[in-house]
Nanobody, 126 residues
Framework: QVQLAESGGGLVQAGGSRRLSCAASGRTLSVYSMGWFRQAPGKGRELVVG??????????KPNYEGRFTISRDESKNALSLYLQMNNLEPEDTAVYYC?????????????????WGQGTPVTVST
């Protein structure tokens, strides 16, 4: 099992930046892919960006490429995922989730991931 814990959410003004973190614990050595998703109020959960851990390949949903950047930190005893969000807009208000997969190297959709964090809310004010 892999446990995921997001942090870094909060209130930010439009045009500002925010960095989200996801700390993974448990059987992290077998994580093949990870991703960031978000769920805006009244909408379904959607992919922001996915990453394949082996070669670092990424897939950004086109709406977010250029403003959002995914990164990872794989040290000996820890695995962390980050999402740097710049030039935030009120439409970016959502709960942001970290996801991981130990079953697949695919990383472009919800079905590719079986481990999920609880989410961290981001509110962008005007």
């Amino acid at each position: 099992q892999v446990q995921l814990a997001e942090s870094g959410g909060g209130l930010v003004q439009a045009g500002g930046s925010r960095r989200l973190s996801c700390a993974a614990s448990g059987r992290t050595l077998s994580v093949y892919s990870m991703g960031w998703f978000r769920q805006a109020p009244g909408k379904g959960r959607e992919l922001v960006v996915g990453i394949r851990m082996g070669d670092g390949s990424t897939y950004y949903k086109p709406n977010y490429e250029g403003r959002f950047t995914i990164s990872r930190d794989e040290s000996k005893n820890a695995l962390s995922l980050y999402l740097q969000m710049n030039n935030l807009e009120p439409e970016d208000t959502a709960v942001y989730y970290c996801a991981a997969s130990r079953d697949s190297t695919a990383y472009t959709g919800q079905r590719d991931f079986e481990c999920w964090g609880q989410g961290t809310p981001v509110t962008v004010s005007t």
